[in-house]
């Protein structure tokens, strides 16, 4: 368990099916009721969750205030996914994971943030301790998909635009992003939170 201070939410992994089923729940109560993103993959309006057989097979993470869950991510190597996202898919399509083995790549999506905890310390702790457990893993380029007004934040955390529209759709469009793990110039040139963070990484890990 990852505690920053006891002030702020509590980020853990999520392991039983009890956890993952209230991690779905909060993605639906964001996701769906909250932003309108009815076209994404995993939606469950009956049981009211968005999820799909990868929150089996990859590792969640969710953030707690009590025992109430106020954010979440979602992080893994595309090796373990018997079936990628179509976002991925295109990505790796047009060349972005020339260069490296299936197990090098990993991915990050499926963030979700409560409205009253948004802004940039949440989503960079979620985002760290993704980080952490796919450098662990043996990952060396993450890619996420992020929605336009979220592309600043993305670019100063170290990722890379590689200009890729995931959908089309006026209310759904993200953008294909890539962050290299090992690129420790580009992330001290940029100042990047992650900087430090990847350095003891790599120092412990590898």
């Known amino acids: 368990m990852i505690c920053i201070t006891p002030t702020k939410p509590l ?8 956890e993952i089923t209230e991690v779905q729940k ?3 109560k964001i996701l769906v009721e909250e932003f309108g993103l009815n076209a994404i993959p995993g939606i469950d309006h ?5 999820g ?10 969710a953030a707690y205030a ?7 991510i979602r992080c893994g190597l595309v090796s373990r996914m018997t ?16 260069g490296y083995l299936p197990e090098q790549l990993g991915i990050c999506d499926r963030l979700a943030i409560a409205a009253e905890h948004r802004g940039i310390w949440l989503n960079l702790e979620l985002s760290t301790a993704a980080c952490h457990s796919l450098v662990r893993k043996g990952c060396t380029a993450c890619f996420c ?10 670019r100063r955390l170290g990722f890379r635009d590689l200009g890729i529209v995931a959908d089309g759709k006026n209310d759904q469009i993200r953008r294909v992003m890539r962050l290299e ?3 420790l110039t580009h992330l001290k040139k940029i100042n990047s939170p992650f900087q430090e963070i990847l350095e003891v990484a790599y120092r412990t890990d590898r």
């Open 181 to 183: 793990l090992s690129d």
């Open 66 to 72: 009590g025992d109430r869950i106020v954010g979440t």
């Open 52 to 61: 799909d057989h990868l929150d089996d097979k990859l590792s969640l993470f």
């Open 26 to 28: 909060f993605r639906y």
């Open 145 to 154: 998909w992020a929605r336009p007004r979220l592309c600043r934040l993305y």
């Open 46 to 50: 009956r049981r009211r969750i968005v």
């Open 11 to 18: 980020i853990t992994p999520v392991t039983s099916k009890t």
């Open 83 to 98: 079936q990628k996202p179509a976002a991925l898919d295109q990505a790796l399509a047009a060349g972005y994971g020339e």
